[in-house]
């Protein structure tokens, strides 16, 4: 039998058993090849029934009727490195999981609720079939993954699931290669902190996924990676929401241990996550839309004192604060850009100490309402921000030879300031466009700019 098409206690556990299945004996059995299932009928004869690779599944209605010391009788039978293992379906004594230590016999432990005969039907398909087996389980697992999704489990639910089924690392970055979800088996002895320094270079990415809509129109559905760390490699699948990536998927292990099943949990895993941010973004769209139009509302003083309470009530910030507010734009009108740069914004602002409500106003400017701590009129943290934001762009291709204007105004101490204040830095902020500036300008330092 060539390494093609042999079967393994690995590949069973992996493959055709419930993914909640325990191995309870601690034995080193991970490439042992079975050949066949067998169900006993009686554990008195077991040795006259069990070949050589024979994987055997103890039945519920034996095993009740077992005492102890038939069940390490039975045990002993198998001993010898003969069978493939042994299969229960309720809890066994700690003697018994000792002795099939010590006698080298797997012992697995299934889920209360197995059906027997979807055990038996799983494995003999993938002893008979493997190829046939392995995209059955890998369909499966994105069923399984969308139901998730569907339940709002979210995505540390959902790589701890593809973890759990490859016995390998599993990632799931954004598209600025942030990890947004990763989930470790317990015998991983990769180094994390080095994986995950090395995940997040962008030139680790193939250069066709640097760019994320080249990544959508591409037809290749995985690349596998060797990565800067010791003989680990990856699998790594864009996550293709609309004409764009809006993130990726890796599986990690080691370079001559990913199999056909890592490479279809990429694959559906990807497609399963792209459901998921999809979500999210639509979510965040919704929130960003009744910010919009509260914002509208108030800049332009036209929005009913009801209707301003009515979305004030649903915007998840705090406008009883004092607020620092800051405009700013890249020279030149260009609402492509404005877009680009208010995403940057959000960015920053994701990490940032204080919250704040960001709009494109106008379509070009991007005006910030950056909460201050209650009754502060410290504006330390709006310089902070503005110094971050626009180390960000000038570090960021995309943003190449863009000139970043900046204004600053405050503190409001009310929201019926909000509106003046904003003028405010508006005006602070065509000042640094008509004087060239690449700083920052406070309204409240115009003086020394006209002098």
Same mark, same amino acid.
């Given at each position: ?101 010590s006698l080298d ?103 066709? *996924? ?20 010791s003989n680990v ?77 009515? *979305? ?30 208010e995403t940057a ?107």
């Open positions: 039998m060539d390494a093609e098409s042999r079967v393994t206690l690995s590949d069973i556990v992996k493959l055709a058993l419930p993914l909640n299945t325990r191995t309870l004996a601690d034995t080193d059995a991970r490439s042992r090849v079975v050949n066949w299932i067998l169900v006993l009928t009686d554990w008195r004869n077991a040795r006259e029934q069990i070949q050589i690779g024979d994987l055997v599944i103890l039945p519920p209605n034996i095993q009740d009727r077992l005492t102890e010391p038939e069940l390490k009788k039975l045990i002993q039978d198998l001993g010898g490195g003969a069978s493939g293992g042994l299969m229960v379906f309720h809890d066994v004594p700690d003697s018994a999981v000792s002795l099939s230590s016999v797997p012992l697995l432990r299934l889920p209360d609720d197995t059906s027997l005969r979807d055990v038996q039907r799983n494995v003999s398909a993938l002893l008979l079939d493997r190829q046939t087996q392995v995209t059955e389980r890998g369909m499966q697992l994105y069923r399984q993954l969308s139901e998730m999704s569907r339940e709002d489990q979210g995505l540390n639910a959902m790589t701890d699931l593809m973890s759990k089924m490859t016995g390998k690392i599993v990632v799931v970055q954004d598209k600025r290669l942030e990890i947004q979800a990763i989930s470790i088996p317990l015998n991983n002895d990769v180094d994390i902190n080095q994986l995950t320094e090395a995940l997040q270079q962008r030139d680790q990415l193939p250069i066709v *996924l640097q760019n994320r809509k080249a990544a959508a129109k591409t037809r290749q559905s995985h690349w596998q990676q060797i990565l800067p760390v490699a990856r699998l790594l699948t864009p996550i293709i929401s609309g004409d764009r990536a809006r993130g990726y998927m890796s599986v990690i292990g080691y370079a001559d241990d990913l199999d056909m099943l890592d490479k279809l949990t990429a694959e559906h895993g990807a497609a399963a996550c792209a459901l998921e941010m999809a979500k999210a973004k639509a979510v965040s769209e919704a929130k960003k839309e009744l910010r919009g139009d509260f914002l509208e509302g108030v800049l332009a003083g036209k929005l009913p004192r009801a209707e301003m309470e009515r *979305l004030q009530s649903r915007l998840d910030h705090d406008t009883e604060q004092p607020h620092a507010v800051m405009t700013v734009q890249f020279e030149g009108e260009n609402s492509t850009k404005a877009r680009h740069l914004v959000n960015w920053i602002l994701s990490s940032h100490n204080r919250p704040a409500l960001v709009h494109i106003y106008g379509g070009t400017t991007i005006c910030v309402f950056q909460a201050l701590r209650n009754m502060d009129e410290d504006m330390s943290t709006a310089h902070e921000f503005e110094k971050r934001l626009r180390e960000y762009i000038e570090n960021e291709p995309d943003f190449k030879d863009m000139r970043l204007l900046a204004g600053l105004a405050g503190p409001a101490m009310t929201l019926t300031e909000w509106p003046e204040y904003y003028q405010n830095a508006l005006q602070a902020m065509k000042l640094a466009e008509r004087l060239k500036l690449n700083t920052l300008v406070d309204y409240d330092s115009l003086g020394v700019y006209q002098l």
